[in-house]
């Protein structure tokens, strides 16, 4: 079992940065690849990004391509979401994940365990 609580989340304007945070506890943090997915109302949750538990492994969708940056910090048991260059569109609530299974995961479904969320707002 393990525990996610995100934070970081706010109110931005378009062109601005955030920096969400994800700690765990629970389990060995460096067994789970990580995974950050974010849901605005009305829309099912979509895929951001992804970090493997080697940290070398990380993958972005396309729409956050070159603007965001995940990165994960095992000693202090914490993944992080960059997020440059915010869009109205980046506006929703983020969700980290944490999979225990090997391999990585692009759906909610390949995930494990879920954090609460933290909303993200981008004005334009």
């Known amino acids: 079992q393990v525990q996610l609580v995100e934070s970081g989340g706010g109110l931005v304007q378009a062109g601005g940065s955030l920096r969400l945070s994800c700690t765990a506890s629970?389990?060995?943090?460096?067994?789970?690849?990580m995974g950050w997915f974010r849901q605005a109302p009305g829309k099912e949750r979509e895929f951001v990004s992804l970090?493997?538990?080697?940290?070398?492994?990380?993958d972005y969708a396309d729409s956050v391509k070159g603007r965001f940056t995940i990165s994960r910090d095992n000693a202090k048991n914490t993944v992080y979401l960059r997020m440059n260059s915010l869009k109205p569109e980046d506006t929703a609530v983020y969700y980290c994940?944490?999979?225990?299974?090997?391999?990585?995961?692009?759906?909610?479904?390949?995930?494990?365990?879920w954090g609460q969320g933290t909303q993200v707002t981008v004005s334009s």
């Open positions: 629970g389990r060995t943090f460096s067994s789970y690849a």
């Open positions: 994940a944490a999979r225990y299974r090997s391999g990585l995961g692009y759906g909610p479904d390949e995930y494990d365990y």
């Open positions: 970090i493997g538990r080697n940290i070398v492994n990380t």
